[in-house]
Every structure is written in structure tokens, then in C-alpha cells.
């Protein structure tokens, strides 16, 4: 392979394929396809609070992902304010506890995992 050159992931043939109906952002992100905002999740929040409270559950909004080693690895669990004005962070890497970014920090964190 030339110098410079990265080798495709295996499952990237996948990844295309999966994206050839759905809308992409300009980056080639999968876009938001829903337009609804029923809050799925509900059933299961309102039935987890039936539980014992040693169960205990939180409600994050979404992993973050990285390639490691060829191998897709979770690094970041998050939280965010609907308009995304501040954003809580379990980094899985260090495993220090959740951090508190205002949303000018939180891209630069994210390019930092």
C-alpha cells in the first residue's frame, strides 16, 4: 500500500451500502430521517421507575465511537440540553467521571478522544 494511503475497514462497503437510502449531511453523516418527537423511550424510563432504586439507570443521549486497532470501540457517553447549549460527558477512555462542557469546548473534546 503507497505511504500516505489508508486501508478501508472491512465493514466501510456496509456503511455505504446501509447510507444509499438514507439523507446524508454535508459532511456524509447520516442525517436526522425522522420527523416526528415522540419520546420512545418512555415506556421503559416510566417502567424502570417502578424498580428498586439500586437499579439505577440513566438516560444519555448518544455514544460516541472511535476506530481503535481496526475495531470499532464506544469512548464517549453524552448528555446534552435539547438545544445543545451544554453537554455532560462520560469519557470511557480515562473513565474520570462525567465532565461538564459548554458547547464552544464540546467539538473540541470530541476531536480529542
Not at 494511503?5 to 438514507?22: C, G, L, N, Q
Not at 421507575?49 to 481503535?68: A, K, N, S, Y
Request: hydrophobic share 35%.
Amino acid at each position: 500500500m503507497s505511504e500516505g494511503v489508508t486501508r478501508r475497514p472491512a465493514f466501510a462497503s456496509k456503511i455505504e451500502e446501509y447510507r444509499m437510502d438514507k439523507q446524508l449531511t454535508p459532511t456524509g453523516a447520516k442525517a436526522h430521517q425522522r420527523s416526528d418527537t415522540e419520546w420512545r423511550s418512555q415506556p421503559y424510563s416510566d417502567w424502570h421507575r417502578t424498580l428498586p432504586r439500586w437499579f439505577w439507570m440513566t438516560d444519555v443521549d448518544f455514544i460516541e465511537w472511535r476506530l481503535r486497532n481496526g475495531k470499532l470501540t464506544a469512548v464517549a457517553v453524552m448528555d446534552f440540553r435539547t438545544d445543545c447549549s451544554e453537554f455532560w460527558v462520560y469519557n470511557l477512555s480515562d473513565r474520570t467521571g462525567w465532565k461538564h462542557f459548554p458547547a464552544q469546548a464540546m467539538e473540541e473534546f470530541l476531536a480529542g478522544l
